[in-house]
């Protein structure tokens, strides 16, 4: 029966620091994507997210467990992905890939479904960070309002608040992309 | 029943399913008579269908090969991080208390309680002691030893023949000592 987060915090703050590699594994897939959604480059996200367990790992002690173990993780995560885009936030759009796609044959409806999604990245980098960051832990994290108003410190309005503006940016960029074909 | 704006906030939640019964009914019966909020739930249906069809960022399978690894190396370096022994007990009173909440408090209830018994019991019961009539006795005896010596002294001193007791003359004097 696997421990559970509290369990290996408990033996990582009596002193067994190999325990933390538990948590690392456990956690380690989830961190990367989501570093990687919001910075849509994956050395960068890989880089992050080994610095989100360090910062972890430091201040395990002052983990209360009021919040999940990986609620409090994500925030951390979150956290040094927003200063990340700050730092290194450009003027100009990029190109923008939109994923590994399914092998697909040369058709016109491929290429634009293709093209859509590569939009849709590009419009996904181009929210504000709040919003980008809400879009992410609902869509590809799963994460409740309530969660989410945790890991980014917000009222839960205001992650709801966000969440629906994110999402009515894209609906009104899919509007433009088909108007303009 | 609620106009456009004040439907505006609940069809995120409408879309996703996480309105209650009693949500549902205003926020549907709006959409059924107002097409432009119905335009705005399709399309923002849409847009939610197709960010979460948008397929993983690309990533090389390997890329994460040795990620625990790498920080548990840099994690060496720094000492483990261990809790005072105030706040082990505390953390673990606390989990101890979480887990079970009902009967701790019940003990801890029942724990006050009997202090408080205790408390006023001993409170209102004398020490223990002798008996009432031997304390009586003892301080009349202790109070007649001096009371007999001073009455004593008194009826002496009334009779002037205190000073005719050497033991009160002062050192290296022979005159007597006065009792003030």
Known sequence: MPQSDSEVIRRVLDGETAAYEVLVRRYQQTVFRLAQRMTRNAEDARDLAQEAFVQAYRSLAGFRGHASFSTWLYRIAMNLCLSHLKATRREDPVEVDAGVADARDDSLTALLADERDR?????????????????TLRVHQGLSHREIAEVLDCAEGTAKANYFHAIRTLQRRLEAFRDTG | MPGCDGIRDRLMDFIEGE?????HRPVEAHLRRCPQCSREVVGLREALARVQALPEPAASAHLLDGFAAAVQGRLAAERPRRLPFWRKAAARLDGFVRARPIPTFSAAAVLGILLVIGLVRTSGRPQVSPAP????????????????????????????????????????????????
């Not at chain 2, 309105?19 to 949500?23: D, M, R, V």
Request: a negative charge.
């Open chain 2, 133 to 180: 009539e031997v304390l009586v006795v003892g301080d009349s005896l202790s109070m007649a030893q001096h009371l007999d010596v001073l009455e004593q002294f008194d009826l002496l001193e009334d009779l002037d023949l205190l000073e005719q007791l050497p033991f009160l003359r002062g050192p290296g004097n022979n005159r007597p000592l006065t009792l003030s």
């Open chain 1, 119 to 135: 939009a849709l990245a590009a419009a996904i980098e181009q929210l504000p960070p709040q919003q980008r960051a809400t879009l």
């Open chain 2, 19 to 23: 309105l209650s019964a009693e949500e």
